[in-house]
């Protein structure tokens, strides 16, 4: 079973956060933010993940903090989750439109952290939410989960479909990295012998 749990309480937040890698997309989230539950819940479904998330935050201040230590313990679970990485695919990708919006999502599972971000989003905001936050969601994310992972919009109009269309497009790409290869269930996917 590829599961984890994670607890992280700061001066800012206090985090409870359940991964369950090989689920059916169910999903329970409450991170103060209501349009994170909604990128968070997608994500749950599209990837197939199990996901429990509450957070209590700083939010009379902003969502800053919630959002990005949301990112950290999400990444964390993955990376536990997945253990020593025997037999994933490593490798996922995925182009994925919503309306007008098309966003193109690539990740390498390779134990090497990196964030390459290109979204020019159109709007400061989606109801309350600063979109600037998007990105610092998956620097937080791609450091905790010690992955290179590349975001960019291709086309959109929309701001909500286009972090949306980016919050799928991850998690579909997520799902297929961490998918095993059942011809190399017992290799790492390196010729180094590590990730």
Known sequence: MRYSEINRKTAETDISLKLELDGTGKSSISSGCGFLDHMLTLFAKHGRFDLEVSCSGDTN??????????????????????????????????????DEALVLTAADLSGRCYLAYDCAIPAQKVGDFDTELAEEFWIAFARSAECTLHIRMLSGTNTHHIIE??????????????NTDPDAADEIPSTKGVL
């Not at 800053?64 to 997945?82: N, P, Q, W, Y």
Request: with cysteine; proline share 2%.
């Open 61 to 98: 201040v902003d969502y800053h903090h919630s959002v990005e230590d949301i990112g950290i313990c999400l990444g964390k679970a993955f990376t536990e989750a997945l253990g020593d990485k025997k037999g994933i695919t490593r490798y996922g990708y995925m182009i994925l439109p919503m």
């Open 165 to 178: 269309a980016m919050f799928k497009s991850a998690a579909r790409t997520l799902r297929t990295a961490v």
